[in-house]
């Protein structure tokens, strides 16, 4: 994991290759970064997921990144992950239907549960097409720094050459 400064990334003073993947960056894009809720935040839930959702909006630090570098691989991972997501929620809701329409028969409810599951399952899968899933970056605790979770050495080069 690297470390760069809150700063620098908001003003979009970064080399123009993708940290996730070492590519080319082939657009740089304004991103929204947000930072992970407190690793404590999770026992909040037990209290009820709106106290849980209210203390991390409270807590979340966010860095508007002025241009941060999108290779291939990542709009490849991404148009992959909302193709799959919504090809399983669309399934999903087919069955749901189904076992609507079939309600009054044996299989008609289990096929509504199985829609129910595989609809949430598409929604995760889906969910990780998130430009910022995808880039893995990730504000720090306090917002002073944009934690880069996954980082290949060309973009570290790239970083330590000026290439910016
Ligand atoms: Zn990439």
Partial sequence: MIELPAGQVAAGHLPHVCPRHGEPAIEMKRMRLVSKPPPWAAVLIVLGGIVYAIVVMVLRKTVQAAAFPWCAQC???RSRNLGIGFGV????????VGGIATIDGDAGPMLFLLGL???????VVASRSNFQVISGAYVSQDGQRVELTKVDPR???ALQYGRV
Avoid: S
């Fill in 117 to 123: 599951v595989v609809l949430i399952v598409g929604i």
């Fill in 89 to 96: 929620l669309a399934l999903g809701l087919l069955l749901i």
């Fill in 75 to 77: 709009k490849a991972a």
């Fill in 155 to 157: 973009f570290t080069h």
